[in-house]
Each structure stands twice: as C-alpha cells, then as structure tokens.
C-alpha cells in the first residue's frame, strides 16, 4: 500500500462524507412505481434518507409515493430549464443524482435546492387535493363569501400543508450535523425561495353556473400555479442569483451580499456562495462535469445556446438531417384535421 493509495482511499472518504450532504433524497426519483413506498420497513431501505427523514417517512408512509412524484418533478423541470445551457442538469445513477455540481456551493445548487423544495411541496399538495391522502385534503380555511362577491366553494389546494411537509422533509438536511454553516444557510434561503415562488403565483380558479353558463352564480377556489410557471419564476431568479458571503450580525450569521454595492436580496431571490465552473470539459474525476462536446448549437445565436458559447470556442460540426414535419393540414367538415407528411434537410450543429 503506498502512500499516495492511503491519501487517495482518505480523500474519497472525505468525499463521500461531503456529497452526504447533498439532496440526495431526489435519489428517490431513480425507485420505480412499481417498488411503491407502502409501510415502514420500506423507509429503512430507501437509498438517499438520512435518519430523520426515514423518520418521517415511517410517520408519512402514505405522503411518500407523492416525495417521490416530487423529486421526478424536480429533475424534470430542471432539464427543461437548462436544455440550453452547458450544464443541462443531466442525472446520474449514482448519489447525489447531479453528481459534483449541487455539491458545491453555486448558482446551479440554488437553482436545484430551490426546484426540489418546491416540487415537494407541490407534490404533495396536489395529493392532498386529489384525496389520496387521510393526513390532508382539501383547504377548509378557504369558504364563505369573498369581498368580491363570489361564493369560495370546491376544493382550494392546501399549499399550508405541502410547504409544511417540504420544510420538515427538506430541510431537515441542513439542521443536522455535519453540514457547513454557511452552506446550510444557503441551503435553506433557497429551499424556502422555491416554495415562496409557488405561493407568490397561486391564483383563483372560477366556474360560472347559471342559465347557459350565464354566471348567475360563480364559485371559485384557490389553486397552484402549473410547475412549468414555478420553474419559469425560479430560472428567472437563477438568472438574477446573488453572491453572498457569511456574516456574524450579533451572535447570529447572516448572508449579505458579497458586493455591497448590490441591494440586498430579498426572501424570494437565489443567493450562492461560490462562482460556478465553466463547464466546458469532461472531468472524469468529477462525476456530472460531462463537458458540452456532442451538444447540439445554435450557429446564429449570441446567447449561451450558440455554438460559439456552447462549445466553448472549441468550433463544432455541422451535418444535414433529414426531418418529418406535418405540413399543408386541411381541416375537414367535421372535424378532423389532415396533414401531409413533409420531408426537410436542416442544418445540425455539434460541439467538438
Ligand atoms: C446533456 O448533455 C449531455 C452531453 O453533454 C448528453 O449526453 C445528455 O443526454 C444531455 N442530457 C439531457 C437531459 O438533455
Ligand atoms: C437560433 O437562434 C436564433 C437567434 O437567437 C433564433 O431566432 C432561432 O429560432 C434559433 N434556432 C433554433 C433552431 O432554435
């Protein structure tokens, strides 16, 4: 055994020590349905829970199936929102599912703390409404008349209840042991943005009653926005993200943005501690660093989708493909809709 073998073993433990600090409960994403989430034994096999939230899981058997449908959620919205970008938040199979990148304290892990407690919320949320659960249902506190003069019936989203499981489910990472102070506070400041960005597009939901929908009568009911527009907010504060740093305010630490020229953030911004990587090159020795050779640009674009950003000045490949549109659809009486089959050659264009 060398020395360099001993001081190698030493640092993958160091690392594997870190990364437990990571979400790795979106690892739940990787369980098939068919493995459903059905008793207690069943949390102290899940991959990814630190012990206090088998805890939970064993109290909550019944909300995990929707933990689950949350953490898929996450992943899911995250793809979408950077299938542009260098980083296109691919998974692994392995923990933490994004690898190396949510385990350092930057932009990208605010953008994924802040999808994940949001998706969280949202999930189980929606499996209170949809009367799945004994533990929740809908949101009774919502009833009467509004000042507005409609009647609030029907089922309003019991986000109090999802924003409530996510924080203990979530956030009981970064009150345990083991995590760096400021990257717990980092943490949290981004989980509790995600959940504000669900509560911040809530909106009202109507139905008219009446004679031929003549809305003699209107009840409403408060219901979450669609996931796509909890994404589309958080990216937008992905994009406006502050740098902070650790401060002691009294006897309790603050992050204060590191420029004090900036405004200070408020609760619904993402704030990272440390600057991002290029992501331009593959790093074997960093699991989830894939580099963007093979990525797909944009030649005309000047944004981080062009081929001139994308692949990092390193020039690309340009190949014609052959695609299958739909095209001169007639509509015909009644009523379907024909289309022919159009065949096209457009450029593609890959990074070397
Ligand atoms: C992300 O990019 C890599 C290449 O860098 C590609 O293999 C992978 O399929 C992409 N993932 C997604 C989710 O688009
Ligand atoms: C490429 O970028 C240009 C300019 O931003 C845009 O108009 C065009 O739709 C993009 N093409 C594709 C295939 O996304």
Known sequence: MTAEYVLRSLLMLFLALLSANASNWLYLAKLSSVGSINDEETCERLRGLIHKQVQICKRSVEVMDAVRHGAQL????????????RWNCSTLETMPVFGKVVTQGTREAAFVYAISAASVAFAVTRACSSGELEKCGCD??????????????????????????????????????????????????????GRKAILSHMRVECKCHGVSGSCEVKTCWKAMPPFRKV????????????????RKVGTTKVLVPRNSQFKPHTDEDLVYLEPSPDFCDHDPRTPGMLGTAGRQCNRTSKAIDGCELMCCGRGFQTEEVEVVDRCSCKFHWCCYVKCKQCRKMVEMHTCR
């Open 74 to 85: 996450a992943i899911d919205e995250c793809q979408f929102q950077f299938r542009n970008r």
């Open 140 to 193: 009774h506190n919502v009833h009467g008349v509004s000042p507005e003069g409609f009647q609030w019936s029907g089922c309003s989203d019991n986000i109090a209840y999802g924003v409530a499981f996510s924080q203990s489910f979530v956030d009981v990472r970064e009150r345990s042991k083991g995590q760096s102070p400021s990257r717990a506070l980092m943490n949290l400041h981004n989980n509790e943005a």
């Open 231 to 246: 994404g589309n907010a958080i990216k937008e504060k992905f994009d406006g993200a502050t740098e902070v740093e650790q």
